[in-house]
């Protein structure tokens, strides 16, 4: 085993399980969704199509999510998608409450929901922001990464 591999920092994080009242929520809306494409184009297929569809817009919500932070960079992983971030791709933390979001955007913008990778924390903040610290540096929002926004 590398020495990347034996420090790298690794977790899982699973939001409908945490979240349990926003679940029943989600799946309510989901499924209501789906009925109303049924009904609406009066088609079982639709209504599975949009049953798939909206399932699959919730996915990071209802699948958990698991994160690895190393020397190399950054990894997220859900069931439908992979994210990896080099930390020399890495220009803003923004730290949060829930989490921090890693940007590589030098300013904000309008485009920074669907770029850069978000790190749900999982009662491990501490060892996040050292990895941060140990691996990027300690600027964020014009603070610290242990400085939360």
């Known amino acids: 085993m590398s020495e990347e591999e034996e420090d790298a920092l690794e977790w899982r994080v699973h939001l409908a399980a945490r979240y349990p009242g926003r679940t029943v929520g989600a799946v309510a809306m989901v499924v209501v969704g789906a009925l109303a494409a049924a009904a609406g184009f009066r088609s079982a297929g639709a209504g599975v199509l949009a049953l798939l569809l909206l399932l699959g817009s919730i996915s990071d919500y209802l699948l ?54 978000y790190l749900w924390f999982e009662g491990n903040e501490a060892e996040v922001r050292a990895a941060l610290s140990r691996y990027r540096g300690a600027e964020t929002n014009d603070g610290d990464v242990g400085q939360s926004a």
């Not at 997220?76 to 994210?83: D, E, V």
Request: proline share 4%; aromatic share 8%.
């Open 64 to 117: 958990p999510l698991h994160y690895r932070l190393s020397a190399s960079g950054v990894e997220a992983k859900g069931l439908l998608y992979r994210r990896r971030m080099r930390w020399t791709e890495v220009r803003r933390v923004l730290s949060e409450r829930t989490g921090v979001k890693l940007s590589p955007l030098r300013r904000r913008s309008r485009l920074e929901a669907y770029r850069g990778i």
